[in-house]
């Protein structure tokens, strides 16, 4: 009876360890996915942005603008950087990622971006997905803390 029972803790024990293990590996893959963002973009390599999102995916800027689809997405980030956004820099500092389900994350984001002298902070809440090895994007809502609004360019 002790051998099972010691056993059987010895099996939970591990079973444990290794789905912490998982959930941490999946926390740096997340935090990887946020970083490509930024570097992304601190990179004007807007031709790559649309590979972080999900081919549905849905973005609210800071604006209230809502776009939806990677397309979408992708295209109104490249106007952005073309345009207002010309010479900024961005800084993302995740305060928490929570695994809600083995292959959906959600990530809160403290943001910042300087850009034409100005500062811009915001928070964003992103929901990431894991479609075969990769985190993706699926959705994210960006809400201004301080700084000036700019104006959007049109879709």
């Known amino acids: 009876m002790r051998l099972g029972s010691l056993l059987l ?12 293990e998982r959930q941490a590996e999946n926390e740096r893959a997340v935090r990887v996915t946020l970083a490509d963002f930024v570097r992304i973009w601190n990179q ?34 490249l106007k952005l950087r073309a345009g207002p956004y010309g010479d900024s820099h961005l800084t993302f500092n995740p305060v928490r ?26 928070f964003a809440t992103v929901v990431l997905v894991r479609e075969d090895s990769h985190w993706l994007i699926t959705a ?3 809400v201004l803390l301080s700084g000036p609004p700019v104006q959007s360019p049109a879709k």
């Open 44 to 77: 004007n390599e807007m031709k790559s942005f649309g590979s972080l999102f999900t081919k549905d995916a849905s973005f609210v800027v800071i604006s209230g603008l809502h776009l939806t689809g990677r397309d979408e997405i992708a295209a109104y980030h």
């Open 140 to 142: 994210f809502e960006n």
């Open 9 to 20: 803790f010895i099996a939970a024990t591990a079973f444990v360890f290794a789905s912490d």
């Open 97 to 122: 990622i929570r695994l809600i389900r083995p292959e959906v994350a959600i990530a809160e984001v403290e943001t910042a971006m300087t850009f034409n002298n100005n500062k811009r902070t915001s």
